[in-house]
C-alpha cells in the first residue's frame, strides 16, 4: 500500500523500499543489511527520496509515510487491545493475592516517613525504634 502511493509519486521501486523501511524505524544500516546493498548506496536512495518528496529530514519522510501505513497501525491496535485485555484479565485474576510493596497503604492506614502515629492512632515505631 505505501509502496504502491510512494511509486505514483515518482520514486523508484528501490527508492519506495529504502523509504517504507526508514517509515518502520530501521536504521541505515539495517536497510542496507536487509536490501543487501552498501550503507552509501541507501544514503543516495534517501538524498533521492527527500528531493522526489520534497522533504528535508528522515522525520518529515516518516511523518508524510504514517497516514499510507494504515496496515500497520490497525495490527498495533489490535495487539494493544488485545494486551490491554490481559492486563486487566490478569490484574482481575491476581487482585486477591496481591501484596503492596513500600510505603503502599493497606485498608486505609497511611505510614509516616520516621514513626509517629498513622491515622489509625497506632505507633509505626515497631522493633524498639530501629
Keep these: 500500500m505505501l509502496r ?8 523508484s521501486n ?25 550503507e552509501k548506496t541507501v544514503k543516495f536512495h534517501l538524498t533521492n527520496i527527500y528531493k522526489k518528496m520534497n522533504v ?7 511523518v508524510w509515510c504514517l497516514p499510507h501505513l494504515g496496515f500497520v497501525e ?3 491496535r489490535a495487539e494493544n487491545n488485545n494486551q490491554s485485555a ?7 485474576n491476581n487482585a486477591t493475592q ?3 510493596a513500600g510505603s503502599a497503604t493497606v485498608a486505609g492506614a ?8 498513622n491515622r489509625n492512632g497506632n505507633s509505626d515505631i515497631g522493633m524498639g525504634g530501629i
Design 4 to 11: 504502491d502511493v510512494l511509486i505514483q509519486k515518482g520514486l
Design 14 to 38: 528501490r527508492e519506495a523500499e529504502v523509504a517504507e523501511l526508514v517509515s518502520k524505524g530501521l536504521s541505515n544500516k539495517e536497510v542496507a543489511n536487509q536490501l543487501f546493498v552498501t
Design 56 to 62: 528535508k529530514s528522515r522525520a518529515q519522510l516518516i
Design 74 to 76: 490497525s495490527e498495533i
Design 86 to 92: 490481559a492486563t486487566t484479565t490478569a490484574f482481575n
Design 98 to 100: 496481591t501484596i503492596p
Design 110 to 117: 497511611t505510614t509516616l516517613p520516621g514513626g509517629g502515629m
